[in-house]
């Protein structure tokens, strides 16, 4: 299941130039797959009250990398150019709508997939709970009452530790249908039932209904106009979800598969810009990720095509920034998100320094992400990889 990853990496850039502006040498670093949890940016240098999000941190595989960046092609990619390892650090800043307080929600997501039969489905809402139950970075899961919900149903709190709020996952059955709906409150107290509630919502929606098809998928998950408090419809990473994009592991992905996975939908809800509609946000994106490779020359590789291509991937392009002085070669752009609830403004830097690929990116409201700001953090991370043993 999703793991509500503002990952996204779910934006299209149109058009964007890139700025190659870095030096070209050739040489490798004495980076070991050790070493790049301690590249990539840490809590004390993103704002202060920053969360991080665990569900998109961490190692990545080859797979997961390009799930992260919705390119499938992009495994094979990283296999030939020899990728020996990948880590990923993302945070999302302290947002308005946190100091409403318990009555807020942090972020949510609903999701359905249509299977062949209602056996399929109820194989499969078990695959979700066993994902959501294991994909939790190590944080312990508990079960919370499900009431209200359809057939098959469970309910989870799925907080981790270091992150403001809880975080509970939800699933059931409708016939041959799958629904889950992830919801992050802004409460520091425990409390599922606002969560739920929010999920008995959506169940209300479709209970009885029999024989679905991927025309009903729309009216199965939290419509766009029904924001949970303290949220705003996401139109950039809201949309048909094929199976790849439904999971949120490839394990759990070819478990899907094998059940019959039709179709699927998503619609998610982030930070709202304000939390009273006019007060100025304080909510970003930030997301690092440093990329081991064999040699020099495979970094390179990656480096050239991932900078032609998957990083093209992020919202309307609006034009180039420098990158001059950073790595062995490295290109910067800036890019608006599509428009739609919001536009907001965001900057990106793609560093290859010896058999090391980087990449930093970040946006938010206007003035709350700065060219400066994402260019500080590349330079940490690329004055952390010349060092790095």
């Known amino acids: 299941m999703n793991q509500l990853h503002p990952h996204p990496v779910a934006l299209v850039l149109v058009a964007v130039l890139l700025s ?4 070209h040498g050739s040489s490798s670093t004495s980076a ?5 949890p301690r590249i990539v940016l840490q809590q004390a240098d993103v704002p202060p009250g920053s969360q991080p999000l665990t569900g998109s941190s961490g190692p990545r595989t080859a797979e997961q990398l390009a799930q992260d960046d919705r390119d499938s092609k992009e495994t094979s990619a990283f296999t030939a150019d020899r990728l020996r390892g990948a880590y990923t650090a993302a945070f999302v800043s302290p947002t308005a709508a946190a100091a409403g307080g318990a009555a807020t929600m942090r972020l949510t997501g609903s999701y ?3 299977f062949p039969t209602a056996d399929a489905a109820t194989r499969a809402v078990g695959v979700l709970r066993q994902t959501a139950q294991t994909n939790t970075g190590g944080n312990p899961v508990t079960e919370v009452a499900a009431p209200g919900l359809g057939a098959d149903a469970f309910g989870l709190d799925t907080t981790s530790q270091g992150v403001i709020g809880n975080d509970y996952a939800f ?3 409708v016939d041959n249908a799958v629904v889950s709906v992830l919801v992050g409150t802004n409460s520091a107290t425990p409390d599922a039932g606002p969560a739920l509630a929010i999920a008995q919502k959506v169940a209300r929606q479709s209970a009885g209904r029999t024989a679905l098809t991927p025309a009903d998928l729309p009216r199965l998950v939290l419509p766009p106009s029904q924001a949970p408090p303290g949220t705003q419809f996401d139109q950039g990473r809201s949309g048909a979800r094929t199976v790849d994009m439904f999971a949120g592991q490839p394990g759990e992905a070819d478990q ?16 709202q810009t304000t939390s009273s509609g006019n007060a100025p946000a304080g909510a970003s994106l930030i997301r690092s990720t440093a990329q081991l490779y064999a040699t020099s020359s495979g970094a390179t ?3 050239r095509s991932q900078t032609h ?4 991937a992020f919202g309307q392009g609006l034009g180039t920034v420098p990158a001059r002085g ?8 800036s890019f608006s998100t599509l428009p739609g609830v919001q536009d907001y403004p965001g900057y990106l830097y793609a560093i290859r320094r010896g058999n090391l690929v980087l990449v930093v990116w970040a946006f938010g409201p206007p003035r709350t992400v700065t060219t400066q700001q994402v260019r500080h953090y590349a330079d940490l991370m690329d004055h952390r990889a010349a060092g790095a043993r």
């Not at 190659?20 to 030096?23: A, R, T």
């Not at 598969?257 to 930070?271: C, D, H, K, M, S």
Request: glycine fraction near 18%; aromatic fraction near 10%; charge should be positive.
């Open 32 to 36: 070991t797959t050790a070493s790049l």
């Open 301 to 303: 590789s990656a480096f």
């Open 256 to 271: 899907l598969r094998a059940l019959g996975y039709q179709a699927g939908i998503a619609t998610l809800f982030l930070p």
């Open 326 to 333: 950073l790595g062995d070669e490295a290109v910067g752009f």
């Open 309 to 312: 291509g998957s990083l093209r």
């Open 112 to 114: 359905a997939a249509v």
């Open 20 to 23: 190659s502006c870095g030096g």
């Open 171 to 173: 699933g059931w059955r």
